[in-house]
Structures are given as C-alpha cells and as structure tokens.
C-alpha cells in the first residue's frame, strides 16, 4: 500500500468516524436521512479538491484537536497524561459548532512492530 494512500484512508476513518449528526450538512437539505444514515463520504482531487458526500455536497469540517490517544512524556507516573475523552466532551464540541476532531495518535501505538496494526488502538 502506498503511503499517501495509507494516510488518505486513515484520515477519511478519523474524519468519518468524528461527524456525527451535523458533519454534511442538515437533514434539511437532505430529507429522511438520519444520523444512523449518513452519506459515504469520499475526497475529490483537482478542481473540485474537497471532501463530499455521496450525495455530491461539499462537507465542510470544523475541527479541534483531540489529543487524548497521544503518547506523551510522563514526569509524573501517578498522573496521566491525557484525560480520556467523553460522549459529554463530543456533545460540547457540538455544541460550539466542531464537527470534526483531528485525532492526535502515537505512531508507535498504532503500528507497534512494523507491518501490523493495532485495531485496539484504532
């Protein structure tokens, strides 16, 4: 697999997973399509560079960085060195208008030995 390619699906994975409800737009532009029915997201190259859904309507991301699966020094072990994000933190970033996170991860976590993934991390 290509680099450029791995780090394409990876992205659209975070940026798909994070949407929710408001990430293409309202059901009004949309009629009957739910949240548990979202359109297929896909991301288009050239003049018409952007992410769309499957309905052709540009989705426009409005994000914060999410950091709570980075790796990060500890100087102190009995603190952590994240907080763990909650359905309570998503529904705030809703609420101020974010529709997208961009998830900060750790290389190391993800692919602990060369060529294999951890889906538990994912």
Request: net charge negative; aromatic share 8%.
């Given at each position: 697999?290509?680099?450029?390619?791995?780090?394409?699906?990876?992205?659209?994975?975070?940026?798909?997973?994070?949407?929710?409800?408001?990430?293409?737009?309202?059901?009004?532009?949309?009629?009957g399509?739910?949240?548990?029915?979202?359109?297929a997201?896909?991301?288009?190259?050239?003049?018409r560079?952007?992410?769309?859904?499957?309905?052709?309507?540009?989705?426009?991301?409005?994000?914060?960085?999410?950091?709570?699966?980075?790796?990060?020094?500890?100087?102190a072990?009995?603190?952590?060195?994240?907080?763990?994000?909650?359905?309570?933190?998503?529904?705030?970033?809703?609420?101020?208008?974010?529709?997208?996170?961009?998830?900060?991860?750790?290389?190391?976590?993800?692919?602990?030995?060369?060529?294999?993934?951890?889906?538990?991390?994912?």
């Amino acid at each position: 697999m290509r680099w450029s390619s791995f780090y394409e699906r990876i992205a659209l994975l975070c940026i798909a997973s994070t949407l929710g409800g408001s990430g293409c737009g309202s059901n009004a532009e949309a009629p009957g399509i739910g949240v548990a029915e979202l359109p297929a997201l896909h991301a288009e190259r050239g003049a018409r560079a952007g992410i769309y859904d499957a309905l052709g309507r540009q989705v426009l991301l409005r994000g914060v960085n999410l950091n709570s699966l980075g790796d990060y020094y500890q100087d102190a072990p009995e603190l952590p060195t994240v907080v763990p994000a909650t359905q309570r933190d998503f529904a705030a970033m809703a609420e101020l208008g974010f529709n997208s996170v961009r998830l900060v991860l750790s290389w190391s976590r993800l692919e602990p030995e060369p060529g294999v993934i951890d889906r538990g991390y994912i």
